[in-house]
Nanobody, 111 residues
Framework: QVHVLDSGGGFVQTGGSLKLSCTVS????????MAWYRQAPGNQREMVAT???????NFAAAVRGRFIISRDNAKNTVYLQMNDLKPEDTATYYC?????WGRGTQVTVSS
């Protein structure tokens, strides 16, 4: 049974930073691509960032240059460092292990 636990959200002011974490248990973490998605009220869920087993990353245009995705295979954990946050980054952020979603963690950025 695979479990995906995402955490680290909170409330910050514009320009602030947050670091999200996602820990996976029960799966083959080290060989899988991990991803972060987000969903704002009234919007569809959208991809934010991905990282494959070799550490290659991909970012949505809206966050490129501000967000960093990384992974620690020894801890079965993927991180999303979010810098220079903007009000439009406000959303629930979800971690995705292939076929399994975390419950989401809320990020709110005040203007």
């Amino acid at each position: 049974q695979v479990h995906v636990l995402d955490s680290g959200g909170g409330f910050v002011q514009t320009g602030g930073s947050l670091k999200l974490s996602c820990t996976v248990s029960g799966g083959a973490f080290d060989i899988n691509t991990m991803a972060w998605y987000r969903q704002a009220p009234g919007n569809q869920r959208e991809m934010v960032a991905t990282i494959n087993r070799y550490g290659a990353t991909n970012f949505a245009a809206a966050v490129r240059g501000r967000f960093i995705i990384s992974r620690d295979n020894a801890k079965n954990t993927v991180y999303l460092q979010m810098n220079d946050l903007k009000p439009e980054d406000t959303a629930t952020y979800y971690c995705l292990y292939p076929g399994y979603w975390g419950r989401g963690t809320q990020v709110t950025v005040s203007s």
